[in-house]
């Protein structure tokens, strides 16, 4: 897939595999301050991030909409969502950046409800939700402690503490709607029609369907859709599509003991031969070649020797 839009594991830097195992921590002016507190528009290809403004302000832009961000603001920026960021020189308060695919699989087995929460950008201001306040920095303290350590089991308690946090977004959302009705938030019209097509996708995309399908659904033809998605992600809706399937196959390719020919029946493939031609034309490996790839990665030796940049 092509896109004029970089994609950064960590902003300025390199993309790492989007299986990659990863729960890094650091302070929003650390890096921000190194850009003159101008973020540009970028994406990150398996990697979620969130943000919990705790000083100053700015802007966020995600997926072309403007949210104004101020003290006690968290941000949620999930896989592949386009998004920058203008900063007030004053901005700090912790960003957690943390490979999405584990902790979906986390999520779909003991919380599947933060599966939406996990998977739809926001930008929330925890001072609206008062009693859920103090929940927060001891959690993402305690992150940062995993994250610094690098003992064993760092990412999986790096992983659990960070279930944790999006219990408590998922809490402070359920309190702002309860507030104030429907959470729009100022979206624009064309934001919340790519998260209604992010929300089709994602309950449709296994059963292979055509983006006319998607396009009927929203009322609008296949070459509107396309644009729309183009206009706001920098992709078309094919490719917004294929890399969905494509973040499925990887993670039941690394986190699921099924089978390739398995995987290929439950991603909604006529065979395991088309499946395995369409995820090589996507990454350039064979469904093997990346397992095999991925799995070697993250066994404790390979995580003894790696040196990941965080």
């Not at 929003?28 to 979620?48: A, M, Q, T, V, Y």
């Not at 201001?125 to 859920?132: E, F, I, P, Q, T």
């Not at 402690?145 to 946090?165: K, W, Y």
Request: hydrophobic share 45%.
């Amino acid at each position: 897939m092509s896109s004029s839009i970089p994609n950064y594991a960590l902003y300025g830097e390199e993309a790492q595999p989007a299986w990659l195992d990863m729960v890094h921590f650091e302070m929003i002016h650390e890096r921000s301050s190194l850009f003159k507190f101008e973020i540009d528009p970028h994406f990150h290809e398996g990697l979620i991030q969130l943000l919990y403004v705790t000083h100053g302000g700015g802007e966020a832009f995600i997926d072309g909409t403007n949210w104004q961000v101020h003290p006690q603001s968290l941000i949620v920026v999930p896989a592949r969502h386009v998004h920058g960021f203008h900063f007030t020189h004053d901005i700090d308060g912790p960003v957690v950046t943390a490979a999405q695919s584990p902790l979906e699989s986390l999520a779909s087995v003991g919380a599947p409800d933060l599966l939406a929460h996990i998977r739809r950008p926001q930008v929330l201001s925890v001072g609206d939700a008062v009693r859920h306040v103090d929940a927060l920095m001891p959690l993402f303290d305690a992150i940062q402690r995993e994250a610094r350590v690098h003992g064993s089991g760092e990412v999986a308690a790096g992983s659990a503490l960070l279930m944790a946090v999006f219990v408590q977004i998922a809490r402070i959302s359920a309190t702002l709607q309860s507030q104030e009705g429907p959470d729009t938030h100022g979206r624009s019209r064309k934001a919340a029609q790519v998260e209604r097509f992010r929300a089709l996708v994602d309950a449709h995309f296994r059963k292979r369907l055509g983006i006319e399908f998607y396009a009927a659904e929203m009322g609008l033809s296949a070459g509107q859709l396309s644009r729309l998605c183009r206009d706001a992600l920098g992709m078309s809706s094919l490719d917004v599509l294929n890399a969905r399937v494509v973040h499925e196959a990887k993670r039941e390719l690394v986190y699921s003991t099924l089978g390739i020919k398995q995987i290929a029946a439950v991603l909604g493939f006529a065979d395991e031969a088309y499946f395995g031609r369409f995820f090589k034309k996507q990454i350039g490996r064979t469904p093997t070649e990346f397992r095999d790839a991925a799995r070697l990665r993250l066994t404790p030796e390979a995580k003894g020797r790696a040196t990941v940049e965080p």
